[in-house]
């Protein structure tokens, strides 16, 4: 039987370098062939021009480049781009290039399907199925940039993890992802123009407070208040929002930067005045900025966008306390590129659909 090959970007550089030794060959091919990998994000061992003929049969016959591919692209009126992402093992995640006048921000996601309940999000309906290797995180980034630069005709400029899965709950490879996406070798990119954005696990977000990151943090909070933040987020039950405040007191701590805090506000849910007061009690915490997001449908008609003076109010309660509020329209609504709509209707495959 023949035997499996290993996925070469599995590899760090210095096992690259390492297997190279170990064939007889001098180790800066190692180099070679990683900067192909990532920085070059070639496809095929044929295209690694400058090795020879041999060393690439043999590179194909050891390993594969188990890269990405788009298997639909759809563009908005707006100018968002979704992409319908295939993994080598067919599994289908979504990733989503925004313009704007001066940016270009990559939407990527972190798992397939997500393993969270959240109850007005649409990736919350698929069954996590596996968490997404740095590798193929890097490459939805590195197509996102392709495509700015095609479409756009400049470099990508943000990264947020907003697509989806939830980072947190695959930290590991989310960390290995923006190492190479930062790093002079894969994309140079700072981390400063990368937002994670978690649900709010609060061990997780020590773990990243503690490595000191560099990138931002922004948490899902919805509400403040307790009982209606485990209703709209099950899970909130066993990450209470007084674990979530305490971690969050950590990260700022350890690396001095300002949370963003996304936030909906549906009819007859978080819309009342004390809604707004959790609230800014909750911003005293630590230096943050809220970012009140527009809730898009996911077609089962529980959840209503409130209407627009709630939002005005919950602005101006926010700005006389001195807190630094957005408020974010939607983009890609009419391909469901939106935040929370992804899966909505792109992914049909069955097997992924909780029952
Ligand atoms: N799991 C991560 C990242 C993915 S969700 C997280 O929870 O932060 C990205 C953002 O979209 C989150 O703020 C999420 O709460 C929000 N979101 C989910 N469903 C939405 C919907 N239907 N309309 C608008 N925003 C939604």
Redesign the pocket.
């Known amino acids: 039987m023949k035997k499996d090959k290993r996925d070469i970007r599995a590899l760090s550089k210095e096992e690259l370098r390492d297997f190279f030794t170990s064939i007889g060959q001098q180790a800066f091919r190692g180099n070679q062939v990683y900067d192909w990998l990532w920085a070059k994000g070639i496809r095929n061992f044929e295209d690694m021009t400058n090795i020879s003929k041999e060393t690439r049969e043999m590179l194909a016959d050891s390993f594969v480049i188990n890269h990405i591919e788009v298997d639909k692209m759809q563009k908005s009126n707006d100018g968002t781009i979704k992409n319908a992402v295939r993994l080598h093992d067919k599994n289908i995640v979504e990733s989503v290039l925004i313009p704007t006048d001066t940016r270009t921000t990559a939407c990527v996601s972190?798992q397939v399907g997500?393993s969270?309940n959240?109850a007005?999000?649409?990736?919350a309906r698929l069954k996590r199925m596996r968490n997404l290797k740095p590798d193929e995180i890097y490459d939805q980034v590195f197509v996102i940039d392709q495509q700015s630069r095609l479409y756009f005709d400049r470099p990508l400029s943000n990264i947020v993890?907003?697509?989806?899965?939830?980072?947190l709950m695959n930290h590991r490879n989310v960390l290995q992802a923006i190492e190479k996406i930062t790093s002079p070798e894969g994309l140079n990119m700072s981390p400063r123009r990368i937002t994670v954005?978690?649900?709010?696990i609060p061990k997780m977000i020590k773990i990243l407070a503690d490595q000191e990151v560099k990138f931002n943090l922004?948490?899902?909070l919805?509400s403040a208040i307790d009982e209606i933040r485990t209703k709209v987020m099950p899970f909130n039950e066993t990450f209470p929002l007084a674990d979530l405040k305490e971690a969050l007191i950590h990260w700022y701590e350890k690396t001095k930067r300002r949370v963003t805090y996304?936030y909906?506000i549906w009819d007859g849910i978080n819309d009342r005045q004390e809604d707004i007061d959790a609230l800014i009690d909750f911003c005293q915490a630590i230096p943050c900025k809220v970012n009140i997001?527009?809730?898009?449908?996911?077609d089962d008609g529980i959840?209503q966008q409130a209407n627009p003076e709630i939002t005005n109010k919950y602005e101006v309660a926010l700005e006389r306390h001195g807190i630094t509020v957005t408020v974010r329209r939607?983009r890609g609504k009419d391909i469901d590129a939106?935040?929370?709509?992804l899966a909505n209707k792109s992914i049909e495959e069955a097997p992924i659909l909780k029952k």
């Open positions: 972190s997500c969270l959240c007005f999000c649409a990736t993890f907003m697509g989806m899965g939830e980072p954005s978690t649900s709010g922004a948490v899902s919805h996304e909906l997001i527009e809730y898009n449908p996911i959840f939607s939106a935040c929370g709509q």
